[in-house]
């Protein structure tokens, strides 16, 4: 017979594997790969160029406006904590882009294309091909980013880099990466097996840490909430 605590150990395993495996900021074209070895040069942009460039687990979007300035959406935690814009326009580290995340905070900011690029090898233009969508003109795309600076809310989903600057360059706000990781998460969701798991890890919560509301509740809504939408 087998183990239910080791089945949804597994299964959960399982799932965080899925994930982790999937990027949620970048999505692959064919030749993709070949593309991204070649490194493009500062005088071969374009104002309203869009440059795309890999930050750590991230890609990252911006737009170019000339004379070595790119626009660009950035999470940034210290914007919720100072308003001192000799700190906040320093470069933004991973840290403070991955708490900025976390607290919804961001701007769209100019910085050179060296700190935009973070010592990544840059695309241009990589949106056009992968959408498949007629771009704006260029001195349209790069006024439309230019009116859009300042503070502005972050969400993965619903208001990202990506979002910026598909807004400019095509007049319509989208974020295909982000509809990619709601369709796995939709695929995880409607796993009955996903039921189980978080079942049991509820019931493990409880027996370990003890009878609680912070315990019971998770433990009862979460299955519940999937064995409903699944």
């Known amino acids: 017979m087998k183990n239910p605590m080791l089945e949804a150990v597994s299964l959960l395993l399982e799932k965080l594997l899925l994930i ?43 737009i170019y406006l000339g004379d070595n300035r790119v626009a660009h959406m950035m999470p940034d935690i210290l914007l919720a904590l100072t308003n001192d814009k000799g700190l906040t326009q320093k470069v933004v580290s991973n840290k403070r882009l991955l708490l900025g995340v976390i607290c919804r905070v961001a701007s769209i900011r100019v910085d050179t294309v060296e700190d935009f690029a973070y010592g990544a090898d840059i695309l241009v233009n990589h949106l056009d091909k992968a959408l498949k969508k007629k771009a704006l003109l260029n001195e349209e795309v790069a006024q439309r980013a230019e009116k859009l600076l300042g503070f502005t809310p972050y969400s993965l989903l619903w ?58 509740l998770p433990a009862i809504f979460i299955p519940f909430c999937l064995w409903m939408v699944g």
């Open 159 to 216: 208001n990202n880099c990506e979002h910026f600057v598909t807004y400019c360059r095509f007049g319509t706000s989208i974020s295909p990466q982000a509809d990619r990781f709601c369709e796995t998460v939709k695929i995880i969701i409607r796993d009955q097996r996903s039921v189980l798991a978080s079942a049991v890890l509820g019931l493990a919560s409880v027996v370990y840490l003890g009878l609680a509301s912070y315990t019971a």
């Open 20 to 62: 982790s495996n999937f990027k949620l900021f970048s999505w692959a074209v064919p030749g993709e790969d070949e593309e991204r070895n070649r490194i493009c040069e500062i005088n071969s942009f374009l104002r309203g160029d869009v440059l795309e460039v890999r930050r750590t687990h991230v890609t990252h979007f911006g």
